[in-house]
């Protein structure tokens, strides 16, 4: 936490200034304005087809900006863009597959040059990566027979791979139990504090996040609000955000309830199931 | 099939050099290996993209084009590969998960072997043509269908190096390799393309029907053995091509088709492997 501040707000990465996304005669949200520093850590919660994904699709060049700017790293964003790690919400890995989990993170390096390439390429960089991930016992293992938890390791290290400046992380929590979610927090916190990377993480759940969170992005009803823990979720600001009474309990742990929501609009059709169970959680 | 008067002696090199002494056999032989060595790297792929269904597709949309091509007294192996071709650029312009879209492409399949049925009613030799297509020949290859089979399997394996690493990647990451620059709907239709390529020379050793034979089940096993790409492919291609290799060798001995003892050790492999591994 203290080596954060070395990092926070050196320098904007990330910067957003009447930003919109979607389709023209179907907009997911629009007028969002926010910037978020080196270093932070960045915690996107909303319910279920709020835009979230959206977001990521934006940063990664794959979507266009309905209206307004989006800056990233001082620039546009680009497809292909190597200073940003990836961890999408699905995997299609095959139970199997005897592919080594070596090899995907390899890939997260040298995947996308053409030609065949060279056998040994990327192996010492995959090694480091599973290093600092704490995931070297598995180097060998078959991703088939890997459980959710480590699964999630190996993607964070074939995104860490390329030594990225951003980190997007699509609901790296959705599969794991309470003491993993808490283990692997943990871990993007080491990882990331010491190299002063900023990573953007979608979940559901806040509780588990709170004790690393810089700020939170609130994605919902069409709209995007930012700023810390403390201020976007309190009572008055979800209230204001949907439009409809919502409060926000805490337990003696500091632990997050969000009671009074309603089945929120969908914009969007795209991951229902996690989505699903992000609005249950986040009601719970 | 072929009774001929020559016994089988169990000495192997003096059996395959008796044997190799007919033309049918030799070109049985090479286009059986080159067809072995693509369908086994092609194979690996389509079983990492789980396409299996959609490969399976592209030879029955290929026997309606082998067929017309019959009927207009063309090259089958040209109507196969213009038809798998266009089907295979179909499937994977339709979108990414195209491939995976199992009732649309069953149903897009059942009507084309329903045309190339017709076809094959239309033209006079029906019995004989309609066999080859859908159960595979290969003891019927002349010396131009194994260069035509050689010269594809040379362009498809140059495309399919230059497209390795970010078809792998695809492969098994798809959303990542997409956030890494690579263009998802290029390289789908690319891999499409070679495996309509594949197809088209794999229909003449195992025939439409049994095209998950060597195209499939080799690389199968090979998902399931090796830790490395390239070991899988080179599982694939090592089942693939021993597989062949035993179906010419003993179809010579035995009247019965090729194809059955091709289809036959492909299996007899993966079920040992199955079982071993369980």
Request: hydrophobic share 50%.
């Amino acid at each position: 936490m203290v080596a954060m501040k070395k990092y926070m707000n050196e320098k904007i990465v990330i910067e957003a200034k009447n930003l919109a996304a979607g389709y023209p005669q179907n907009a997911v949200w629009r007028d969002a304005n926010f910037s978020i520093g080196q270093g932070e850590f960045v915690a996107v919660l909303g319910p279920n087809g709020a835009g979230k994904t959206t977001l990521f699709r934006l940063l990664l060049g794959l979507a266009q900006p309905l209206g307004g700017t989006l800056s990233l790293f001082g620039a546009a964003p680009r497809r292909g863009n190597p200073r940003i790690g990836y961890v999408p919400q699905k995997h299609p890995i095959d139970s199997e597959t005897g592919i080594e989990a070596l090899e995907l993170v390899r890939l997260g390096l040298y995947g996308n040059r053409w030609g065949v390439g060279g056998a040994g390429q990327g192996i010492a960089e995959a090694h480091e990566a599973l290093r600092i991930v704490g995931a070297e016992e598995l180097a060998h293992r078959p991703l088939g027979v890997l459980s959710g938890g480590e699964l999630q390791r190996i993607f964070l290290a074939e995104a860490l791979i390329g030594k990225p400046d951003l980190l997007l992380l699509d609901e790296p929590l959705a599969n794991l139990d309470m003491r993993r979610e808490s283990n692997f927090v943990q871990l993007i916190d080491n990882v990331v504090r010491s190299r002063g990377v900023t990573v953007l993480l979608i979940a559901h759940n806040i509780n588990p996040l709170l004790p690393v969170l810089d700020r939170v992005i609130y994605v919902a009803n069409g709209r995007i609000t930012d700023g810390k823990p403390g201020e976007v979720l309190t009572s008055q600001s979800l209230t204001d955000l949907y439009g409809i009474p919502i409060e926000v309990l805490k337990d003696s742990h500091g632990r997050i309830a969000i009671i009074g929501m309603d089945e929120p609009p969908e914009h969007h059709s795209e991951h229902h199931t996690h989505d699903d169970r992000a609005a249950r959680g986040a009601r719970d | 099939m072929n009774t001929l008067p020559i016994a089988f002696s169990w000495n192997i090199i003096a059996d395959l050099q008796s044997m190799l002494q007919y033309d049918f056999m030799r070109h049985a032989f090479e286009a059986g290996t080159i067809v072995a060595i693509v369908a086994g790297i092609i194979g690996y792929f389509i079983v990492l993209r789980r396409s299996s269904f959609a490969a399976h597709a592209l030879s029955h949309i290929g026997f309606a084009g082998a067929a017309g091509a019959v009927l207009f007294g063309i090259n089958p192996i040209l109507g196969l590969l213009v038809f798998t071709s266009a089907g295979g650029v179909a499937i994977a312009a339709l979108g990414r998960k195209a491939a995976t879209r199992d009732v649309q492409i069953g149903t897009v399949l059942a009507f084309m072997l329903g045309i190339g049925v017709l076809f094959i009613s239309l033209y006079a030799g029906y019995a004989t043509e309609a066999y080859s297509l859908l159960f595979g020949e290969i003891l019927g290859i002349s010396s131009s269908d194994v260069w035509v089979t050689l010269i594809a399997a040379v362009v498809l394996l140059a495309a399919l190096a230059i497209v390795y690493r970010p078809l792998l990647f695809t492969s098994l990451d798809e959303d990542v390799a997409e956030a890494k620059g690579i263009s998802i709907f290029w390289i789908g239709v690319v891999f499409m393309l070679l495996v309509a390529v594949a197809t088209s020379i794999a229909v003449q050793v195992v025939g439409v029907l049994l095209i998950f034979a060597l195209m499939v089940t080799p690389a199968a096993v090979a998902e399931r053995l090796a830790r490395r790409p390239a070991e899988g492919i080179l599982i694939s291609v090592a089942i693939a091509l021993a597989a062949t290799w035993f179906g010419l060798f003993i179809s010579f001995y035995i009247p019965y088709p090729v194809s059955f003892f091709i289809t036959t050790a492909t299996f007899a492999v993966y079920l040992v492997v199955r079982v071993a591994r369980r």
